[in-house]
C-alpha cells in the first residue's frame, strides 16, 4: 500500500510538473492543492505506528531488517513493509485430545495453553514463518503428540490421582518443543479430562464392589462385637452363679434359701391349693 502511495505521489509531481505551459494556469491554486495533498499522502505512508504488546519487523523488497521496533510512532522509508508481531499472552486450544495410558486404557481430554512469542526473537519467527499462523503451524500440533507421549507415562489410576504432575509434564515437554520456534509455554489446561464408557464403568463396579465389601466386613465386625459381648454378659453371670451357690452353701444350703424366702413372703397363703400340694414353709416334723 505504502509502495502504491509512493509511486502515485511521484505521477502526480511528475504530471504537474511537465504539463504544457497552456495548462499551467491551475498551478498556483490548483497545483498547490496537489502538492499539499501529495506531502501528506507521502507523510502518512512512512509513518507506521506500532501498537502495545506488539513488535515491528521491517522489511524492504523482501529483505528482513537486523533491528525491530518498539511499541509507538516510526517513520519508515515509503518503499519498505512492516509486519507487526505480536507478543502479548495467546491461548491455543484443542479439543478432544485422544491417548491411551500405560495400561491401554483409552484417554481423551480438551487442552488449553497459554503461551507468547519471545519478544527479542520477533525478528526470527517472521523469517521461520512469514505468515505469523504459528498456533496452526506449530503449537497445535505439538500439543497433540505431547499429549500422547506423556500421557502413556502413566497408567489411567495415576492420570486421575497424580493429574497435576502430568499437567507439569505437558508444560516441560511443550517448552522444549516450542523453543525452537521461540515461543514460551507458561501454563496447561486439562479440560474434560475423562476415559471411554466401557473404563468409566468397571471403575463402578470396582467402587461398587469395594462399598458392599467394606460393609460386610463393618457388619462382621458388629456380629462379633455383638457375640463377644453375650459371651462376656453369660461369663459374667456364670460367675454370678457360682458366687451366690458357694455363698448359700456356706451359709447352710437349703435352710438357708428356705429362710430367706420366708424374710421375702408377704405373708399370704394361697387361696386354692390343689390336691397333693403342700403349704409353702410349712413343717409339721
Known amino acids: 500500500m505504502s509502495t502504491f502511495l ?12 511537465l504539463s504544457p505551459a497552456r495548462n499551467r494556469q491551475w498551478v498556483p491554486l490548483g497545483g498547490g492543492a496537489a502538492l499539499v495533498l501529495a506531502a ?6 512512512i509513518f507506521t505506528i506500532i501498537p502495545a504488546s506488539n513488535v515491528g519487523v521491517v522489511t524492504t523488497f523482501g529483505k528482513v531488517h537486523a533491528e525491530t521496533l518498539p511499541e509507538g510512532g516510526h517513520f519508515i522509508a515509503p518503499w519498505s513493509q512492516m509486519h507487526k508481531v505480536y507478543i502479548g499472552m495467546e491461548v491455543a486450544t484443542t479439543t478432544n485430545s485422544e491417548a491411551a495410558s500405560r495400561d491401554l486404557q ?4 480438551d487442552l488449553s495453553v497459554n503461551y507468547h512469542v519471545d519478544a527479542s526473537k520477533a525478528r526470527e519467527l517472521y523469517q521461520l514463518i ?3 499462523r504459528y498456533e496452526e503451524a506449530f503449537v497445535q500440533p505439538a500439543m497433540y503428540e505431547i499429549f500422547k507421549a506423556i500421557v502413556a507415562q502413566y497408567t489411567a489410576e495415576e492420570l486421575v490421582t497424580k493429574r497435576q504432575e502430568v499437567g507439569v509434564g505437558i508444560t516441560e515437554a511443550l517448552n522444549r518443543r516450542l523453543a525452537q520456534y521461540h515461543l514460551s509455554v507458561q501454563t496447561v489446561n486439562l479440560v474434560n479430562f475423562g476415559f471411554s464408557k466401557a473404563f468409566n464403568a468397571a471403575i463402578e463396579e470396582k467402587v461398587t464392589a469395594s462399598q458392599k465389601a467394606e460393609t460386610a466386613k463393618r457388619n462382621l465386625e458388629r456380629v462379633k462385637f455383638e457375640a463377644d459381648a453375650r459371651i462376656a454378659q453369660a461369663e459374667g453371670e456364670a460367675k454370678a452363679i457360682a458366687i451366690q451357690s458357694a455363698a448359700v452353701e456356706k451359709s447352710g444350703g437349703a435352710g438357708y434359701v428356705q429362710l430367706q424366702a420366708i424374710q421375702k413372703w408377704d405373708g399370704k397363703l394361697p387361696q386354692y391349693v390343689t390336691g397333693g400340694a403342700t403349704l409353702p414353709f410349712v413343717n409339721v416334723k
Open 40 to 45: 501528506v499522502a507521502f507523510g502518512v505512508m
Open 130 to 132: 512469514p505468515s505469523l
Open 6 to 17: 509512493f509511486i502515485l505521489f511521484l505521477f502526480a509531481a511528475i504530471g504537474m510538473f
Open 106 to 109: 483409552s484417554v481423551h481430554s
